[in-house]
């Protein structure tokens, strides 16, 4: 795809260098700790249950007094070497230093005050700060270890899918959280993941989304010379044909940001209006003139 104008601009961080290895480990720790806030400010003191291992530790103390931080130790390390050994393959250090580290935040942080015991305000806002932790954590390709261990052992020796997999321990812990708390401490749990995982997705691929735009017309010269100077946006040339006459067409590829979209459609318009122009969502690009990968 041919460029936006400007000057090409270097990428921040080289992957797999030292300041790279730096970003990553700074990406666990404060994920982790915003991962415990959200567990003893929100989550844990209304019972609210929403899968994972840290999940399974409120249910444990709720019903047996085991401080959170040490059940979820003594859950964390046994299941990191079970994969070790079951999956066949070596860990990365940030794997070990997450399941480590969790606990230790959710220990430091537990005297921290409960914000508010209006149950669904604690899910929805518990969800929010649990999935921007693990986003954070997701982004700088780490772990926290837990149950995504267990779900990639279930994954490989069973056959499900990976998604699935992650699924049937959440939903083990939500099933618990109902037989030990309620139903409705349960459907609660069901709203906490959710919001926690449509967060998760809002902080790997942000809030702007772009679009792309699929342009075929009689006068493609003409339109892609407005694209690349009128516009100021890069595109690509697409060969195709046309499924009825089987006429070679040339098809214009370009990617807007939101509010270029109504310019790019008069730009369109003035030059063929019997263009057909076909707009979809890009949840993410990358590159230059948008954003740039870290």
């Known amino acids: ?54 999940g399974l530790s409120t249910i444990i103390q709720q019903t047996l007094g085991w401080q959170p931080a040490l059940t979820q130790w003594g859950l964390n390390i046994p299941l990191f070497l079970l994969g070790l050994w079951l999956l066949d393959r070596s860990y990365s250090l940030k794997a070990v230093v997450g399941s480590i580290v969790l606990p230790l935040c959710v220990m430091l942080t537990s005297h921290l005050p409960t914000l508010t015991h209006n149950i669904l305000l604690a899910t929805i806002y518990g969800g929010m700060v649990l999935g921007l932790g693990i986003g954070i954590v997701f982004r700088g390709r780490g772990s926290t270890g837990g149950f995504s261990i ?45 919001v926690t995982t449509k967060t998760i997705d809002i902080v790997q691929v942000g809030l702007n989304t772009s679009k792309v735009a699929y342009i075929i017309s009689n006068d493609p010269e003409k339109l892609r010379e407005a694209i690349l100077h009128d516009l100021d946006r890069g595109l690509t040339q697409l060969n195709g044909a046309g499924g009825y006459t089987g006429d070679a067409r040339l098809v214009l590829m370009v990617v807007v940001s939101q509010s270029e979209v109504s310019k790019l459609k008069a730009l369109v318009q003035s030059i063929d209006p019997q263009a057909f122009i076909i707009l979809s969502n890009a949840n993410e690009v990358l590159g230059e003139g948008f954003k740039r990968a870290v």
């Open 1 to 54: 795809m041919a460029m936006a104008k400007g000057k090409r601009r270097k990428a921040r961080l080289v992957l797999n260098s030292p300041q790279q290895k730096v970003y990553e480990y700074a990406m666990l720790l404060i994920g982790c700790l915003i991962i415990s806030i959200s567990f003893n400010v929100f989550l844990n003191p209304n019972q609210v249950a929403s899968g994972g291992v840290s």
């Open 150 to 194: 267990s779900s990639q052992i279930l994954h490989k020796y069973s056959g499900l899918s990976l998604g699935v997999s992650v699924a049937v321990f959440d939903g083990m812990v939500i099933l618990l959280a109902g037989i030990f708390f309620g139903p409705e401490k349960a459907l609660y749990a069901l709203i906490g993941l959710f």
